[in-house]
């Protein structure tokens, strides 16, 4: 395959993304790049097999997500959207936010998971997981990308990994 052909194959087959349930907006924000496979494989050190079974396995590891999304210039947010309008009150969210660290990718989670009143033992019931299990998501700032959304159904909403425009990067451009 010659450079020209591989500029123009999408990163991700077509078919891939449409049988993927998790990972289908990764797929449609990587054929939108129109960056190569192998470019990005080699930034993150990881084969384009490795790459692959991402799509084939549909799931990944935030932390992966977060890093590809930084390879693009974005960052990851998280976007909770709630049916009939149950949405929690904000107005504690900002409060919450001041007492964590704020180097944690997880923070949004941890407010959403507060804002719904849940605790550890509570949501890990809902997902079948023990409250240590939770806790050791936070402590570690990692989740498969699965359980993301698997999380935000438990608290009653569903989850967008958008990817936005860091601040520094759109005030460069």
């Known amino acids: 395959m010659d450079e020209k052909q591989k500029r123009q194959r999408p ?9 993927c349930k ?10 939108a790049t129109g960056a190569k496979r192998e470019d990005l494989t080699a930034h993150m050190g990881i084969t384009t097999a490795a790459f692959g079974r991402w ?37 504690t969210a900002y409060a919450i936010l001041n007492m964590l660290d704020p180097s944690k990718k997880l923070n949004p989670l941890f407010v959403e998971m507060k804002l719904n009143n849940f605790n550890f033992e ?10 240590q299990a939770v806790n050791h998501w936070f402590l570690e700032d990692e989740i498969a990308v699965s359980m993301l959304f698997k ?10 990994l958008v990817p936005e425009v860091r601040a520094e990067h759109s005030k460069a451009n």
């Open 55 to 91: 799509f084939s396995v549909d799931d990944i590891r935030y932390s992966n997500l977060v890093r590809i999304y930084d390879y693009f210039g974005y960052d990851v947010k998280m976007v909770f959207t709630y049916a009939d309008d149950k949405a929690p009150s904000r107005a």
């Open 22 to 31: 998790n990972l289908k907006f990764l797929g449609y924000f990587l054929n």
């Open 122 to 131: 509570t949501i890990g019931a809902k997902l079948s997981r023990t409250a």
């Open 151 to 160: 999380f935000a159904n438990a608290m009653g909403a569903t989850l967008e």
């Open 11 to 19: 990163m991700v087959n077509a078919a891939t993304v449409e049988k």
